[in-house]
């Protein structure tokens, strides 16, 4: 590809992306996000999320669970450091 070819692509893409961004463009208009009913509902979402974890989970009264560090290793049998485990 000579020059000559080259230098006239890039002047017709350059040409072309002009022309498409100059029909795009348009006068500001000044809008309310309408954020609210997004917001709420996702509050909402958490809450109803939160609470059904909450319930999924083993409650206290069973017993108090056992928490401690305990070493973890690779599968090369290699120390790779401690970890917090409860039972």
Do not use: D
């Not at 692509?9 to 348009?26: H, K, P």
């Not at 973890?72 to 970890?83: D, E």
């Amino acid at each position: 590809m000579s020059i000559k070819t080259r230098i006239a692509a890039v002047a017709l893409a350059t040409l072309t992306i002009t022309a498409g961004v100059a029909s795009t463009t348009s006068t500001a208009q000044a809008k309310p996000l309408g954020w609210g009913w997004g917001v709420g509902a996702g509050i909402a979402t958490a809450a109803i999320v939160g609470t059904a974890i909450a319930a999924s989970n083993e409650p206290y009264y069973y017993g108090y669970h056992r928490c401690g560090w305990v070493a973890q290793y690779n599968a090369f049998g290699q120390y790779i450091g401690r970890v917090r485990t409860c039972y």
